[in-house]
């Protein structure tokens, strides 16, 4: 928090005014204050806290045959994409009622609510309304499905499925958000439970849709079950996701742009919005390089919210313990549990220094062109300074495109993801530091078109990590063994789980 004070009588009062503050207002300036704890805990680095390791990670040798196993696709693993045509025998019918979703959450949540609000219109038989996302309240983010999918490409891919409208026609235009807001209404749909089944929105939702044409579906994330439905319901799930919904066509020209940066740095030369087209066209005038995309989840929600120990000593736990009161009033479950005990549980974010050790340890040195896919990081810069110090070469939207090229997403968190989403899907590599919506949805899109992707051993390396002791090579031979099986092998789904993380066996067939 800090007070800014606008003058009548001249610089001596404000002077005044500062120099009594602390006087008055002693809290603010305290070790227990929330704005000297963020200030001095949040945003100055701590230091490298396995400094042994990462003084050997700076000084290892490249190994050409580390390197060339690294950066080898993967082979063809006995599956392929199912055929996601429309059977004739499931065509669109014509429908006069509809249904309207809102869906809360990011970019990814809002992505999987939009694949099963397709579902549930198909099974209902209803019109389906372009789904409404609700503004974040975290990011603050107000951009419509229309400001993101290109949802001509997604009327046409679903046409012969569902049908859909843009708007409402006028008999039900009284049928808004603001108009469910203020009172309870028999059309609105709240109590849709998570993964519901195709019978209860049967049973439930479709006597709304015969009495009134029209029912809206609020609160709906997660509110279609992933088991025990029909196979055409959950083949129109993965068509959804993986045919319909494209970015627009300003998102895929930046997104492109960044990819040719990175493939063809020597090409690129500067940038600015003239240059988006000029860049995407170098192929062919040079050997495309590779390129790894880090998708760093370490904000200060994940980091507060964990409970974890990250170096900053006790201003830093007092300054997360505080904002966890605030967030959560303190109901965090890791909280009662040691930091031993959540690292050796794997429980703990990876911090920018600790990515950083283990994609060393994997091969990746000072010469691989690395995208940084990431929203805030707690810390900023000086958090992610060791990662940069080991990646050089690190690059991320604002240092590889121009302000001018940024325009159209800046403040936009949607946006934003959606580029990074693009990127990610164009890369030969793909890496979450941790679990979330974003590697959820990217791990199910590379499964789904056999492309490498990294999951991080967050068990084994919180155990190493607690090992002070442990020299470089001990820790590289540990880590290359504990990943071996985890960079885009085939998993197949297990119930209960989501098709849009496991592709297979619903949306993929065995070649």
Not at 257 to 267: D, E, F, G, T
Not at 363 to 377: C, E, I, M, P, Q
């Amino acid at each position: 928090m800090f007070f800014y004070y606008q003058p009548r009588r001249g610089g001596a009062l404000a002077g005044l005014f500062l120099l009594l503050l602390p006087v008055f207002l002693p809290t603010l300036f305290s070790p227990l204050g929330h704005a000297s704890l963020s200030v001095f805990s949040e945003w100055n680095a701590p230091k490298p806290r396995h400094s042994r390791l990462l003084k050997s990670a700076l000084q290892a040798e490249p190994s050409n045959v580390e390197q060339s196993d690294l950066w080898t696709p993967l082979v063809n693993q006995g599956w392929k994409a199912c055929d996601l045509s429309t059977s004739t025998r499931s065509l669109a019918q014509e429908t006069t009622v509809y249904i309207q979703v809102f869906l809360d959450g990011g970019l990814n949540q809002q992505r999987m609510g939009i694949c099963d609000a397709v579902a549930v219109a198909k099974i209902l038989n209803a019109t389906l309304v372009i789904p409404h996302l609700e503004v974040n309240p975290v990011w603050r983010d107000s951009s419509s499905f229309m400001d993101i999918f290109d949802v001509d490409h997604f009327i046409n891919v679903l046409k012969d499925d569902i049908s859909m409208v843009k708007e409402l026609p006028d008999d039900f235009s009284w049928s808004t958000r603001e108009y469910y807001a203020t009172a309870i209404r028999a059309t609105r749909i709240k109590t849709a439970p998570v993964h519901a089944s195709a019978k209860w929105y049967l049973e439930n939702v479709l006597p709304v849709l015969e009495s009134y044409g029209i029912a809206a579906i609020s609160p709906f994330s997660h509110r279609l079950a992933f088991d025990n439905m029909p196979v055409d319901i959950q083949r129109l799930r993965c068509k959804v996701n993986f045919q319909a919904l494209v970015f627009v066509p300003h998102v895929r020209a930046l997104g492109d742009a960044i990819v040719s940066r990175l493939r063809y740095p020597q090409q690129s030369g500067a940038f600015g919005t003239e240059n988006i087209q000029e860049v995407t066209d170098v192929k062919g005038k040079q050997e495309a390089g590779k390129y790894a995309v880090l998708h760093l989840r370490f904000d200060k929600d994940m980091a507060a919210h964990s409970a974890c120990d990250f170096g900053g000593g006790k201003a830093e736990k007092l300054a997360l313990a505080k904002y966890r009161q605030v967030i959560w009033q303190g109901r965090v479950l890791n909280s009662q549990f040691t930091d031993v005990e959540l690292r050796s549980q794997g429980r703990c974010p990876l911090t920018p220094e600790e990515i950083g050790l283990l994609l060393a340890a994997l091969g990746f040195d000072n010469s691989t062109r690395l995208y940084l896919a990431s929203h805030k990081v707690y810390g900023g810069a000086a958090r992610i300074s060791t990662l940069r110090e080991l990646f050089p070469l690190m690059e991320d939207k604002k240092s590889i495109a121009s302000s001018d090229e940024r325009a159209l997403i800046k403040g936009k968190a949607s946006l934003l993801a959606a580029v990074d989403y693009y990127v990610s899907m164009h890369s030969d590599i793909f890496i979450s530091a941790s679990p979330g919506n974003m590697h959820n949805a990217l791990v199910g899109h590379r499964t789904y078109e056999n492309l490498k992707t990294i999951r991080p051993n967050m068990a084994l390396l919180g155990q190493l990590f607690l090992n002070k002791s442990i020299g470089w090579s001990e820790f590289q031979e540990a880590v290359v063994e504990g990943h071996k099986n985890r960079q885009g092998q085939i998993r197949l789904r297990r119930p209960e789980q989501s098709l849009y993380t496991y592709p297979a066996p619903d949306c993929m067939c065995s070649a």
